[in-house]
């Protein structure tokens, strides 16, 4: 039998297209007065992980295990995660508005992938040889391919392709990769719908306060 996620679990969304701006996604309503928050706890963060395929359900465990054992270790490693996700973000929403990026956010995604490329190595494959992450038990191996997709997707050519959802209160990014770029928000079934709501309603309205 397996348990059921407690009622106060985060919702996690991967319909960004790219791992490094789903990670950016944790931060919920970003435009609002008070966004919500979806790394409340180390647990989340593993929670997270899992969803995006970046760990096993035996890592997982042994790194709530860990993190049981170590908590300001595991605290300290959720406030680098949310400071990488703050880097992550307005790297990018820099990049979708055709800015230079900040050189203090340049730096800080820098300083964290020296400290993930470190823990890359080359493994045997059933197709071959292909880089890998060391199977290392540390609070923060979850960054470490988080660090690594951003670096990369900053430096490809596909970057202009990232977009900001256009619905407020959202402001998620999210990766266009529809033929013509015509993609404007982050989902069309929540953000889009609500959209095309609120401009359906202000067309329903201006033509009620019309002339008689």
Same mark, same amino acid.
């Given at each position: ?6 009622? +106060?679990? &985060?919702?996690?969304?991967? +319909?960004?297209? !790219?791992?490094?701006?789903?990670? =950016? %996604?944790? #931060? ?15 647990? +989340? #963060? ?7 395929? #970046? ?14 054992? !170590? &908590?300001? @270790? ?6 680098? =995660? ?18 230079? &990026? ?5 730096? @800080?995604? %820098? ?10 190595? #080359? ?35 596909? =970057? ?15 990766? +266009?990769?529809?033929? %013509? ?11 889009? %719908? ?5 401009? !359906? ?12």
């Amino acid at each position: 039998m397996t348990s059921s996620p407690p009622d +106060d679990a &985060p919702s996690f969304s991967f +319909d960004a297209n !790219h791992l490094a701006l789903d990670f =950016a %996604n944790t #931060l919920g309503s970003r435009q609002a007065e008070r966004p919500r928050e979806h790394l409340r706890h180390y647990g +989340d #963060l593993l929670a997270w992980a899992r969803l995006a395929d #970046l760990l096993s359900p035996s890592q997982a465990e042994r790194l709530s295990a860990l993190a049981a054992q !170590h &908590p300001a @270790a595991a605290e300290q490693t959720l406030a680098e =995660a949310r400071a990488l996700r703050e880097t992550i973000y307005r790297l990018f929403v820099r990049r979708a508005s055709g800015q230079e &990026p900040a050189p203090g956010d340049l730096d @800080a995604l %820098n300083r964290a992938l020296a400290r993930a490329l470190a823990h890359e190595r #080359l493994r045997p494959t059933p197709k071959g040889i292909a880089w890998g992450w060391a199977d290392d038990d540390a609070l923060d191996r979850v960054l470490w391919p988080v660090a690594r997709a951003a670096g990369e997707l900053l430096a490809a050519a596909e =970057a202009t392709r990232v977009r900001i959802c256009e619905a407020a209160p959202c402001g998620w990014l999210f990766l +266009d990769t529809t033929r %013509n770029r015509s993609r404007r928000w982050c989902d069309m079934r929540s953000c889009g %719908n609500r959209a095309k709501a609120r401009r !359906h309603y202000a067309r329903s309205k201006a033509g009620r306060s019309g002339p008689a």
